[in-house]
Each structure stands twice: as structure tokens, then as C-alpha cells.
């Protein structure tokens, strides 16, 4: 069980990770309802692809952390979506500093989302380490 771990892990981080920055350049890029509809298309189809391909085929693992990135990017994107729009500038036009906008709007507001986002990455990466075939 280690040694599958340890072999296949590195590979499906560096697939989850680069999928994620893909994902962060394109919610940057594209307007709010077409990134919801792209993240909702991809939610539950790619990561159960990600897992059937680790119990069928070995040695793709950063395709399996790439089919995982839309889910664990969710719950965060989902979040940074629906925030209203000027929030922090109220923010700062009422005097708050970056401290102080951290602790009580971006904290508390991102929090839950970014818990489950990690709990979504651990679980999914080590479900598909642990399924691929050595």
C-alpha cells in the first residue's frame, strides 16, 4: 500500500496542481456563467473517469490529477463566484486594511470552501494512488 503511495502520488499531484492553475488562468479569463457551466459539466464526470482510469491503466497518473482538478476547484470557485461584486472595495473605502479585510470578510467567506477543497484533493488523490496497478 506504501509503495503504491509512493509511486504514484508524485505524479497525480503534479497533474492536480498544473489542472488547477489551468483552472485558476481560466476563471481569470472567462466571464462568471460560463466558468459555472464548465465546472458543473466537468464535476462528477472527471473525477469518476480519473478513477476508473487508475483501476484500468497504470502510469497515467498526472491524467488522473488533471480529471481531478475540476472537483477539488469547485466548492473554492464556487465561492469566489458568487461573491458580490465590490465587496472589498467597500471594504477599503471604509477604512479596512489588508489585515483586517482578511479576518473578517476572506477567512471566514473561504474557509469552509478551502476545507473542503483539501479534504476533496486528499481523498480523491489517494483513492486514485491506491487503485492504480503497479
Do not use: K, Q
Amino acid at each position: 500500500m506504501s509503495l503504491a503511495l509512493r509511486l504514484n502520488l508524485p505524479a497525480i499531484l503534479t497533474g492536480l496542481l498544473g489542472a488547477c492553475a489551468v483552472i485558476a488562468l481560466l476563471m481569470r479569463a472567462l466571464p462568471a456563467p460560463v466558468v459555472r457551466r464548465l465546472g458543473l459539466l466537468l464535476l462528477l464526470p472527471a473525477p469518476g473517469l480519473a478513477l476508473a482510469l487508475a483501476s484500468i491503466h497504470s502510469g497515467l497518473g498526472w491524467l488522473e490529477g488533471m480529471l481531478i482538478a475540476p472537483a477539488v476547484v469547485f466548492p473554492t470557485g464556487a465561492t469566489l463566484l458568487t461573491l458580490p461584486p465590490g465587496t472589498t472595495r467597500a471594504a477599503i473605502g471604509l477604512g479596512a486594511d489588508l489585515p483586517t479585510r482578511l479576518r473578517l470578510i476572506w477567512f471566514p467567506l473561504l474557509l469552509p470552501s478551502a476545507f473542503l477543497s483539501i479534504l476533496l484533493a486528499v481523498v480523491f488523490c489517494i483513492a486514485c494512488a491506491l487503485l492504480d496497478h503497479p
